[in-house]
């Protein structure tokens, strides 16, 4: 008896919509497409769900924060679940403020609201976390301190606060492979 293939579809239609989303931007400071960013997420929560809507979420985690898709766009694309994944993984920006000013009550908000999300949502915040900090980890052992400097708040320990902020907000999922790895670098990073 064979088994039942895998439906992609809503995966498929997210990965096609995150590409055109983040089409010609690059991740900042890394000479790459931005688009490997939300793929490594994918693959990071595949190792804790096959839930085609979480991988959907995953793949379309940065296009509200960073490109100029709404919410309402997502909701009418995959439906409501994922639009609400994707809004509790987007940072507000507040208005008449820099990225420098606002980081730590933005990154503070965050860690708080991710303290109080699904398991769903923190499944999908752990893709992008641990993909953050792969690649804050292989860019530090190359660079050491001169790394912070590509970031709008170039202090160490500040890194440092809200990495283990949000590892204390995702701690539910410490049973997991995807969260072991995150302590694990956050740990040899800030040590």
Do not use: C
């Not at 960073?66 to 997502?74: A, G, Y």
């Not at 993984?89 to 860690?111: C, L, T, Y």
């Not at 708080?112 to 690649?135: I, P, T």
Request: charged share 30%.
């Amino acid at each position: 008896m064979a088994n039942k293939p895998l439906n992609t579809d809503l995966l498929d239609r997210a990965i096609i919509f995150a590409v055109k989303a983040h089409a010609g931007t690059e991740r900042r400071g890394k000479g790459y497409p931005y688009i490997v960013h939300p793929l490594e997420a994918v693959e990071i929560v595949s190792t804790m769900t096959a839930d085609q809507e979480l991988l959907a979420a995953a793949a379309l985690h940065d296009t509200v924060e960073d490109t100029d898709v709404t919410v309402e766009q997502i909701r009418e694309e995959f439906g409501p679940r994922v639009a609400a994944l994707v809004a509790d993984e987007s940072d507000e920006m507040p208005e008449g403020v820099s990225e420098e000013e606002s980081w730590h009550s933005r990154k503070q908000a965050a860690i708080d609201r991710l303290s109080r999300s699904s398991h769903d949502a923190k499944m999908v915040a752990l893709g992008d976390k641990l993909s953050n900090m792969r690649a804050i980890a292989r860019d530090y052992s190359i660079k050491g301190d001169e790394l912070w400097n590509i970031f709008h708040v170039k202090d160490r320990k500040d890194h440092e606060w809200h990495y283990r902020g949000l590892a204390d907000a995702l701690r539910e999922l410490d049973g997991t492979f995807a969260f072991q790895e995150f302590e694990k670098l956050i740990n040899q990073v800030f040590a």
